[in-house]
């Protein structure tokens, strides 16, 4: 009986101590969801200040945050912008928790914010690519050629928000700028090079048939010399090789273009909301 008396004093010891709100002191709780099913909590730094936007891109570069592992249901976007806004304000950087609202989705997505004293306000995402978010509610960073989960690479990105416009990303690791404009011009550029990457695959698809085609006409097949035959494959042999050529130096020219573009984010739709929480 005691035993039992005891057990029911303790959890009703425990409820109390977890029914407390986590914003007192230096803390703020905020009304979403974060690491495992908990509210956000941001812990702040009396002492921070507000970084120039150079201090941001080598902080993100220290901060470990981007390479965790995104767990749906456990450790989503929420999660990820909670860690880097506590590692900032640890940091001595100024740092926001933003909630990014999305036109007819019901969930939206979830970034960080410096108010920097060169470049203004910035937003960040360092949301982690190593799960596969298997909800179409969970949404998730994607790239263009690869989708998110396993395939997709991680790494902080700059985020595109302004409200009506679409919420994109850019690599960190391509030196962007946070101007919405320059945002606006990549994406002509990257889908310039989508459309030249498309392009170039259906010439090697038709390279490799025409490989295919000029192997079984000239297999086994004994050619007299200045015949016509052998004059026949000597030319569609010239021509392959030009196409492979072509092809070669049309590679390298995309590698050139993918090298200054970085992995290609697709956009996730038009920003409705935006709740930016210091």
């Known amino acids: 009986m005691s035993r039992l008396v005891g057990l029911i004093v303790l959890l009703a010891v425990l409820a109390f101590a977890l029914s407390i709100p986590a914003c007192q002191g230096n803390t703020r709780q905020l009304p979403y969801n974060g690491t495992y099913g908990f509210r956000v909590v941001l812990e702040n730094n009396p002492a921070a200040v507000d970084p120039t936007w150079d201090q941001v891109v080598a902080f993100l570069k220290a901060d470990g945050t981007d390479e965790m592992e995104y767990v749906a249901a456990d450790f989503m976007c929420g999660s990820f912008a909670q860690e880097v806004h506590n590692n900032a304000e640890k940091a001595g950087i100024r740092a926001a928790w933003v909630g990014v609202d999305l036109a007819g989705k019901q969930v939206g997505h979830a970034v960080n914010a410096f108010n920097t004293t060169d470049r203004g306000l910035v937003y960040t995402d360092s949301t982690g690519q190593t799960a596969q978010a298997y909800d179409m509610a969970l949404l998730i960073p994607e790239t263009e050629n690869g989708g998110g989960g396993d395939s997709a690479p991680g790494g902080d990105r700059v985020a595109y928000v302004d409200r009506g416009k679409e919420l994109g990303f850019i ?108």
């Open 171 to 278: 690599s960190l690791s391509v030196n962007p700028s946070p101007d919405y404009a320059y945002y606006e011009n990549y994406r002509v550029q990257s889908r310039d090079y989508e459309a030249k990457l498309t392009d170039y695959n259906d010439k090697v698809t038709a390279y490799n048939a025409d490989v295919q085609d000029f192997n079984r006409w000239v297999g086994g097949t004994s050619f007299t010399v200045g015949s016509s035959g052998a004059r026949r494959a000597g030319e569609w042999k010239r021509q392959l090789q030009m196409s492979l050529y072509m092809l070669k130096s049309e590679e390298a020219g995309l590698d050139r273009g993918k090298a200054g573009l970085g992995p290609i984010w697709k956009p996730m739709g038009a920003v409705s909301g935006i709740n930016v929480s210091w």
